[in-house]
């Protein structure tokens, strides 16, 4: 009996309703021999993607995302801003996606992704998407550009992809996808582009406050919701200060306004107690000019000298392998320790943040606001601490201020060691906030009585 022919047109159907197939699924699904459909895939050369290299091989059928292509180098810039290639990034039909890694990359190819293959874009990839207030503004500047919807809710794969290639030469992190953003971002590096100097912060810093607000891009995509910029900062002759730059309205013009100053301030003076208790956080400096209050922290993922260090938020992890949404960070440091995401002293040191930031009254710790140093193999480490502050005190929606009480989280034994730190840490912040002249007469009486309530907690307990 002669062998059934198999159509190629046959063959291309059968693989883009299943991205990631093997040959004999192919062979059995299509009632044909397997190397019928070897001789098939070899027919298709380019048009299909080879998933892992021995027998057990997977292959999926490569597509084009509008007029991008269907494949994109993808490269990160060391700490001197030096390229390095890791591998190639391929849309395929189906929704996936294929990171073919040039080396072994145990920490990025775990579990089921081992092969390479992502139902949707690759985790270590999603920190990258626009999000947050420059995300919104980054949105209205550039969707029509990129023929993308501008509610960024709605935002698939696709538009995600078109970004960074077209600009994703700044974004956070190390990564650069596509050789057009590569070679934007080497340009920079060399003569960097919008630069200020450290005498003209405070004009520039309005300058760029206004059209932030007027929904004008200004730098790169860093997330939160606050009203932010990110600004590049030359402080001696090539010697950079990369920087994401929150900011007030007028102080004078509104109670929401004023409060809103108060917890910039209430910022910076969260690093300075946690770096004060030997924790690594962002260096930060304030700076009122004009009315406004402006909240300047040092980016963790940039050099003095342009450089780059990667990351990755908590979400994105979770996202990939834990699935949780949302729990206390003590919780979270406790599966990712199990995982071996960590190692014992960053769980510990997670712990640590989760209950100093209930103890200083964030209710705003998501899983954005944590991120580990992204390296190819795990133990990860954390990055510095980033956006702690007592959001249980701002104002509402609508601007109304709404004052709340503060509830300490109580010592469980298992979190004692933790706790004690964090309490000892919390007191100083509130200390600080009380001492402090830039800050409200009516939150520094309120910073008064929560480190009051700190302090009884820790005569008991620590």
């Known amino acids: 009996m002669r062998p059934r022919r198999l159509s ?11 991205a990631g197939v093997t040959a004999s699924e192919l062979a059995l699904r299509l009632q044909v021999s ?20 021995t027998r057990s091989a997977r292959y999926a059928l490569v597509r084009s995302v509008d007029r991008h292509g269907s494949q ?3 490269h990160r810039l060391d700490d001197q801003g030096r390229p390095e290639f890791l591998g190639t990034l391929n849309a395929l039909h189906g929704g996936a996606w294929f990171f073919d890694s040039r080396q072994p990359r145990p920490a990025w190819l775990a579990g089921e992704f081992r092969q390479g293959l992502f139902p949707d874009l690759p985790w270590f990839l999603e920190d990258l998407r626009p999000q947050g207030f420059l995300g919104r503004t980054f949105v209205l500047a550039y969707a029509k550009d990129l023929g993308a919807p501008e509610d960024l809710s709605v935002w698939r794969s696709d538009h995600v992809l078109a970004a960074l290639l ?5 974004l956070p992190g190390n990564l650069v996808l596509g050789e057009q953003a590569l070679t934007q971002a080497l340009h920079d590096i060399v003569e960097p582009r919008d630069v200020i100097h450290l005498a003209d912060r405070a004009d520039e810093f309005l300058r760029r406050a206004d059209a932030a607000l007027r929904g004008r891009p200004v730098g790169s995509s860093a997330g939160g919701e606050q009203p932010k910029f990110t600004a590049l900062v030359q402080e001696a002759p090539g010697q950079y200060r990369s920087t994401v730059v929150k900011f007030s309205e007028p102080i004078a013009s509104s109670a929401s306004a004023e409060r809103w100053a108060d917890l910039l301030q209430c910022e910076h003076l969260a690093s300075q107690a946690l770096q004060a208790a030997g924790i690594a956080a962002a260096e930060t400096q304030t700076l009122d000019a004009a ?8 980016r963790f993922d940039r050099t003095p000298t342009l450089g780059r260090r990667g990351h990755v ?11 949780r949404g949302r729990e206390p960070w003590a919780q979270m440091a406790d599966r990712l320790l199990k995982q071996e995401w960590i190692a014992p002293e960053c769980a510990e040191t997670i712990r640590t943040l989760g209950l100093f930031g209930e103890l200083i009254g964030n209710t705003d710790m998501h899983f954005g606001n944590l991120a580990f140093e992204l390296g190819d193999a795990t133990p990860f480490n954390l990055v510095p601490s980033y956006d702690m502050l007592p959001m249980l005190y701002a104002p509402t929606s609508g601007g109304a201020v709404v004052e709340r009480t503060l509830n300490p989280p109580v010592p469980l034994p298992r979190l004692q060691t933790a706790w004690a730190r964090a309490a000892h840490a919390a007191l100083g912040f ?13 939150f520094r009486r309120l910073a008064s009585l929560n480190g009051q309530s700190v302090a009884r907690w820790l005569a008991r307990f620590g």
């Open 8 to 18: 190629l047109e046959v063959l291309r159907q059968a693989l883009r309703e299943r």
């Open 34 to 53: 397997q190397s019928t459909v070897s001789r098939g895939l070899a027919a298709l050369d380019g048009e299909v993607a080879r998933i892992g290299q």
């Open 72 to 74: 994109w180098p993808l």
């Open 166 to 170: 077209r600009h994703g030469d700044n």
């Open 291 to 298: 009315g406004r209050r402006f909240l300047q922290s040092t």
């Open 313 to 323: 938020t908590l979400r994105a992890l979770d996202a990939a392998y834990l699935g």
């Open 430 to 442: 509130w200390n600080a906030v009380e001492a402090d002249g830039a800050i409200s007469d009516g």
